[in-house]
């Protein structure tokens, strides 16, 4: 199962990342989201996540 993170960046929109086991980037949105929920539903459709964790890193 791939691990996702969600994050606010710097304009304080939602984004998904998808990473491997040793931390490389394998997917990501392709733009923020205002809507924490839509974020998410985006890296279910997109980047087949499933469960995030939080990262405060941008």
């Known amino acids: 199962m ?8 710097a304009k304080g929109e939602w984004r998904w990342r998808q990473t491997s086991k040793n931390g490389d980037i394998e997917a990501y949105s ?3 989201f205002e809507d924490k929920e839509e974020c998410k539903k985006d890296g279910k459709e997109n980047g087949n996540c499933t469960s ?3 990262s405060n890193s941008y």
């Open 2 to 9: 791939p691990r996702c993170e969600i994050y606010q960046d």
């Open 52 to 54: 995030y964790t939080r």
């Open 30 to 32: 392709d733009g923020g």
